[in-house]
């Protein structure tokens, strides 16, 4: 092999090869002289170059100018400094990997940041809402606090309550049906705003099967849909509608007052 | 680069008053290679005063794989008149290449060719140089 079937660059750096091994300050000398190592014609190069470089050495340097240079080393780089570590590649592709990670991890903290148990549930069900079509419930006119009855009467769902909050609307339809994680879930279809409740069981400890609990009405959105979510004896209630957490909120605020 | 150890002192000298004078001004370089650059400046300039190598074309030939017995052969002297002999960039590259003190990058910093140029000087520099080896220390004769 020839040096001249090297390609341009590599053949270039290869012409120029230091003549130490610890002068090689960079990657692509490195790889075009482990490629240039392969032809006879840069191993005559280095035997040339060692042969040059020891005559050079012989050169007296007469006593008064060599204690000038007291030290080996006659060239000191510039100091590395914040701007140069700065503008190193490796640094800022660094820099940039920490800053998605980073990032990410924002992300994750403020979209969990107002998590509670059965959150999880409670987004699951809004994308229901959203896909859900109303023929595909059981006709039933009547007041929601009428629900828990037939809930209980029918499926055999305890404490399946509407809150007091909306047991006033008046109903157009409901069902009840086995979600994707296998957990009953009551669902229904109101008049008022097209608004839909979900019931469901309370989400429980994995070791003790106890309710994680919590207290008063939680709000969840997902999709253009938004809900409120309350806990009561095990079973949690979510009332949803298409729109933002301030056409949720009078329902509850009058339930305060 | 200068193939004359006497007016290589001088220059020498005459850079390191200039940079002593620069540092009492307050003006030392920041630049690492300052020394090495002035130093360069003044051995071209004081090159143009006196004699003047022939301008000829040198013949080219293959580095021999024989070439560091046929070096071996030769005094540190005719090497330093032969690199001041050469053009310049040539000369410059040659002489900084084969002290042996620097990267590739600080050679192209102090030299200010671009990779190909200083291939191309030190590459040419070398077929020269073997080719006034064959000449002056034949490879039969060894």
């Keep these: 092999m020839k040096l001249a079937q090297l390609s341009r660059r590599q053949r270039g750096l290869a012409l120029c090869a230091p003549i130490s091994e610890e002068k090689i300050d960079d990657r692509a000398m490195r790889g075009a002289i482990s490629q240039a190592h392969k032809t006879d014609d840069f191993v005559h190069q280095q ?3 060692h042969a040059v470089n020891a005559l ?11 204690e000038w240079f007291s030290t ?17 590649p490796a640094m800022v592709a660094i ?5 998605v990670i ?4 924002v992300y994750q903290f403020v979209e969990h940041l107002h998590d ?28 929601a606090t009428a629900l828990g009855d037939l809930f209980f009467m029918k499926h055999r769902l305890a404490h399946y309550d509407v809150p007091p909050e909306f047991a006033d609307f008046h109903t157009l339809g409901a069902r009840v049906f086995d979600d994707e994680e296998g957990l009953r879930v009551a669902q229904v279809w109101l008049a008022e705003k097209r608004m839909q409740f979900f019931l469901f069981p309370a989400e429980r400890d994995a070791k003790t099967g106890k309710v994680l609990d919590f207290s008063g009405w939680r709000y969840v959105d997902h999709e253009g849909w938004t809900g409120v979510v309350q806990q009561r004896n095990g079973v949690c209630f979510l009332a949803a509608l298409r729109g933002r957490e301030k056409d949720l909120a009078p329902y509850i605020a009058k339930a305060k007052q | 680069m200068m193939g004359d150890a006497r007016k290589a002192q001088d220059v020498f000298h005459a850079t390191l008053r200039e940079a002593a004078e620069r540092a009492v001004n307050s003006e030392a370089p920041r630049d690492p290679f300052w020394l090495f650059r002035a130093a360069r400046d003044r ?15 040198l013949e080219e030939q293959e580095v021999a794989p024989w070439a560091a017995s046929q070096i071996e052969r030769l005094d540190a002297n005719q090497l330093a008149i032969w690199i001041s002999g050469a053009p310049d960039p040539q000369r410059t590259a040659l002489a900084l290449f084969y002290l042996d003190e620097f990267s590739h990058h600080d050679l192209l910093a102090l030299t200010e060719l671009t990779p190909d140029e200083l291939a191309k000087a030190i590459s040419n520099g070398r077929q020269q140089f073997q ?9 039969t004769e060894l």
């Design chain 1, 116 to 143: 509670f148990p059965g959150s999880g549930t409670a987004r699951r069900l809004l994308k229901v809402a959203s896909s859900t079509r109303s023929i595909i419930l059981d006709p039933i006119k009547t007041d």
């Design chain 1, 56 to 66: 050079v050495r012989t050169i007296p340097i007469p006593p008064e100018i060599a």
């Design chain 1, 102 to 105: 980073a990032g990410i991890f």
């Design chain 2, 43 to 57: 051995c071209l300039e004081a090159s143009e005063q006196g004699l003047q190598a022939e301008d000829v074309d």
């Design chain 1, 72 to 88: 080996e080393h006659i060239i000191l780089g510039p100091p590395r400094t914040w701007q140069r570590l700065a503008r190193n």
């Design chain 1, 95 to 99: 820099a940039i990997a920490l800053g």
């Design chain 2, 131 to 139: 080719g006034w080896l064959n000449t002056t220390v034949p490879h």
């Design chain 1, 47 to 49: 035997a040339f170059d």
